[in-house]
Antibody
Framework: QVQLQESGPGLVEPSQTLSLTCNVS??????????WSWIRQYPGKGLEWIGY???????NYNPSLKSRVTMSVDTSKNQFSLKLTSVTAADTAVYFC??????????????WGQGKLVTVSS | QSVLTQPPSVSAAPGQKVTISCSGN????????VSWYQHLPGTAPKLLIF???KRPSGIPDRFSGSKSGTSATLGLTELQTGDEADYYC???????????FGGGTKLTVL
């Protein structure tokens, strides 16, 4: 059973960079076939897909966030990371890391982390 | 404003059945498979249905999924108090080039 756990600061100042890491256990990021993604949930409970990274470093970001997002992967540590720059209060959310499957015609998330609340405030 | 439209809430008595709808368009539901997720706040969301109607191992057959055109439906039968949660639909959107979700439906088992 794959398990994912988010870690990082729970409070970020406006205009700064949000940085989160997801540690994966129970499966290897390098095994291929899966994409490693970030999804956030706003206080009003709506979900927004941020993007994914493949173990070789290929990325795909939500166009609405693309200019501010960078994802990276560290296969030696079996973890992947998210950086979101120039944050504002609108970026306050619970951030989930997840494992997704994606191919032509289908997309799904089969495992999620428990989520990390990140508040943007001075 | 979520791309996919779900009712904010549904309710039913224990032992009864309920359906949750998810409406989209030809760029998302109309051209891609739909998945459904159960989320209890503070926990990891759980995949309930993938590829419109398939259930992962361990998900009871009380949960079902279907799709017709640009809409999808999650069905739950023999409701239990433990089914109280938020339910989300999700799929890929070919126009937005991103995964999209519904706004979530809160299920109350009265």
């Amino acid at each position: 059973q794959v398990q994912l756990q988010e870690s990082g600061p729970g409070l970020v100042e406006p205009s700064q960079t949000l940085s989160l890491t997801c540690n994966v256990s129970g499966g290897s990021i390098s095994s291929g076939g899966y994409y490693w993604s970030w999804i956030r949930q706003y206080p009003g409970k709506g979900l927004e897909w941020i993007g994914y990274i493949y173990y070789i470093g290929t990325t795909n970001y939500n166009p609405s966030l693309k200019s501010r997002v960078t994802m990276s992967v560290d296969t030696s540590k079996n973890q992947f990371s998210l950086k979101l720059t120039s944050v504002t209060a609108a970026d306050t959310a619970v951030y989930f890391c997840a494992r997704e499957l994606h191919s032509s015609g289908y997309w799904e998330v089969d495992f999620w982390g428990q989520g990390k609340l990140v508040t943007v405030s001075s | 404003q979520s791309v996919l439209t779900q009712p904010p809430s549904v309710s039913a008595a224990p032992g009864q059945k309920v359906t949750i709808s998810c409406s989209g368009n030809n760029s998302n539901i109309g051209n891609n498979y739909v998945s459904w997720y159960q989320h209890l706040p503070g926990t990891a969301p759980k995949l309930l249905i993938f590829d419109n109607y398939k259930r992962p191992s361990g998900i009871p057959d009380r949960f079902s999924g279907s799709k017709s055109g640009t809409s999808a439906t999650l069905g739950l039968t023999e409701l239990q108090t433990g089914d109280e949660a938020d339910y989300y639909c999700g799929t890929w959107d070919d126009s937005l080039i991103a995964a999209v979700f519904g706004g979530g439906t809160k299920l109350t088992v009265l």
